[in-house]
């Protein structure tokens, strides 16, 4: 399985951004973030088909995951941005769909995200 975060970047507090994870094989995916002095945290996840979809409760709605299996990419759209969103996000696979950090079989490398207030 290989993967490859993109997207980030610095955006204003309120603003959005896309991230794009170019990801290889038939599984799910998920998108975990780490901020700076804190452990890593998942985000959300989706499923092979799309149909199902997982966020951590924190997020309060802001963000989007879904998927362009034609393209092999999965987006985490993040609207509202706050300061406190300010990490590398990271996207992943659990090939036993336990969302956790340690329930994670690959790692891609990360895309910073700076949120600026």
């Known amino acids: 399985v290989q993967l490859q975060a993109s997207g980030g970047g610095l955006v204003q507090a309120g603003g959005s951004l896309r991230l794009s994870c170019a990801a290889s094989?038939?599984?799910?995916i998920g998108w975990f973030r780490q901020a700076p002095g804190k452990e890593r945290e998942f985000v959300a996840a989706?499923?092979?088909?799309?149909?199902?979809?997982y966020y951590t409760n924190t997020l309060q709605g802001r963000f989007t995951i879904s998927r362009d299996n034609a393209k092999n990419t999965v987006y985490l759209q993040m609207d509202s941005l706050k300061p406190e969103d300010t990490a590398v996000y990271y996207c992943a696979v659990s090939l036993s769909n336990i969302w956790d950090v340690g329930g994670v079989d690959y790692w891609g490398k990360g895309t910073l995200v700076t949120v600026s207030s």
């Open positions: 989706i499923t092979w088909s799309g149909s199902k979809t």
């Open positions: 094989g038939r599984t799910s």
